[in-house]
């Protein structure tokens, strides 16, 4: 099912949402999911999102952490935030404050632009700062070193 997958992406959001026509999230994880395994960044944060909330899909926090992790490290601002949240609330993951900052200041650097992701980034960067505890400078080492790698 190739196809361009900016437009799978938008389409599965506008599927999503109800706009022109009536909701349909498990349709639009189709679409989200045609578009991520054609490598679009923002996709796989939107199929990881619908897996870790369980909607229009089974709830699946394996392939939640999957598609999350994917477009965190592929440089996605909002797969970051997504990976960080995850990391945080430790039901994807294993809680983990010290890497859920990691991804709280990536999307801080790599969003910086979007005014959304810093409003929502308000709400989990002074928590993880405060209990980041003695990782903190290995955090921000390896935020200064990170490097997105290319979608596959």
Same mark, same amino acid.
């Given at each position: 099912?190739?196809?361009?997958?900016?437009?799978?992406? !938008?389409?599965?959001? !506008?599927? %999503?949402?109800?706009?022109?026509?009536?909701?349909?999230?498990?349709?639009?994880?189709?679409?989200?999911? %045609? *578009?991520?395994?054609?490598?679009? =960044?923002?996709? !796989?944060?939107?199929?990881?999102? #619908?897996?870790?909330?369980?909607?229009?899909?089974?709830?699946?926090?394996?392939l939640?952490?999957?598609? &999350?992790?994917?477009?965190?490290?592929?440089?996605?601002?909002?797969? !970051? =935030?997504?990976?960080?949240?995850?990391?945080?609330?430790?039901?994807?993951?294993?809680?983990?404050?010290?890497?859920?900052? %990691?991804?709280?200041? #990536?999307?801080?650097?790599?969003?910086?632009?979007?005014? *959304?992701?810093?409003?929502? =980034?308000?709400?989990?960067?002074?928590?993880?700062?405060?209990?980041?505890?003695s990782?903190?400078?290995?955090? &921000?080492?390896?935020?200064?070193?990170?490097?997105?790698k290319?979608?596959?």
């Amino acid at each position: 099912d190739a196809g361009v997958p900016g437009g799978q992406r !938008m389409l599965g959001a !506008m599927i %999503k949402h109800g706009e022109g026509g009536p909701k349909d999230v498990r349709g639009a994880s189709s679409w989200f999911r %045609k *578009a991520a395994e054609q490598g679009d =960044l923002l996709a !796989m944060a939107f199929l990881g999102l #619908l897996y870790y909330h369980g909607e229009g899909v089974g709830q699946n926090l394996e392939l939640a952490h999957v598609w &999350l992790q994917r477009s965190a490290e592929g440089g996605e601002p909002n797969g !970051m =935030l997504a990976y960080a949240i995850a990391w945080l609330e430790g039901r994807a993951l294993t809680r983990d404050v010290a890497t859920a900052y %990691k991804w709280l200041l #990536l999307a801080e650097k790599f969003g910086k632009d979007d005014v *959304a992701i810093q409003k929502r =980034l308000e709400q989990y960067l002074d928590y993880a700062k405060k209990n980041v505890g003695s990782e903190g400078v290995r955090v &921000l080492r390896e935020v200064e070193e990170f490097n997105p790698k290319i979608a596959t």
